[in-house]
């Protein structure tokens, strides 16, 4: 039940020594003789997490879907050992927020060295998504709209790939329209290391916000035919959080 989730106070060292260790000893054994590590320091955080920000998430776009569940916002760990042969777990966790399977998607990553987050922009052609069908009436706005919201030089910019791959530091959409438009899946990410105190602290949540407030003007280039109105109804009634 949701009520039995606490209220996210910021995340522990032993999430990030946990995936440490994970990557040292991924087994079956271990993973087992962990498992209430697991569930504290990985599930419970990343569900606390989930419930505090999910306001956020049903303000802005009530169909991204918010539920502190796996297959919902959050990502199994195990592998498939048929693809995956003597490695039976993700040496990371990812929480995510999407409408559904194939959307651009806002993410959290945990690994051993700390978080990544952002969003994560499905630029096929694939059914429902719109970034990619946007794109040449809509280049000018786009980049405008980088501008407008302090967008340029914030982000790395990857490649999505079974290990995303860093296509450019510090994105400005003027230089790398070319390449981004090119890449069918990519992420506008940042990261934060575990040396970093902030982590620690309730305030990575709003940190967290206040990116994905950012990159919500973008996400309306993902999903709305009239994007430029839907950042305005954005502005009206809830601003930039800065």
Known sequence: MISEIPPFT????ETFKYFAELSENNSFSWFTENRERYDNYVVMISK?????????????????????????????MN??????PGAPYRTYFLIHFRRFKKDSEFFLF????????????NNTLANEVLFNKNLPGHKDELVETFNKFDL?????????????ELLA????IEKDF????????????KEISKDSEILYSPDI???????FSQLFTVYCFCVSHNPLAMIEEFENQIGLLR
Request: glycine letters at 4%; a positive charge.
């Open 10 to 13: 910021g995340f522990s060292p």
């Open 48 to 76: 606390s997490f989930i419930n505090n920000i999910s306001p956020f998430f049903n303000q802005i776009e009530p169909k991204i879907n918010t539920e502190p569940k796996f297959d919902k916002t959050m990502l199994r």
């Open 79 to 84: 592998l498939d050992i048929r693809f995956s």
């Open 110 to 121: 945990i690994n051993k060295k700390g978080i990544e987050y952002g969003l994560m922009i």
């Open 152 to 164: 340029n030089g914030n982000f790395n910019f990857y490649e999505m790939k079974r290990t995303p």
């Open 169 to 172: 530091k510090n994105f400005n």
């Open 178 to 189: 070319n390449r981004m438009a090119l890449t069918k899946l990519f992420l506008l990410q």
């Open 205 to 211: 949540l709003l940190e967290v916000i206040k990116t």
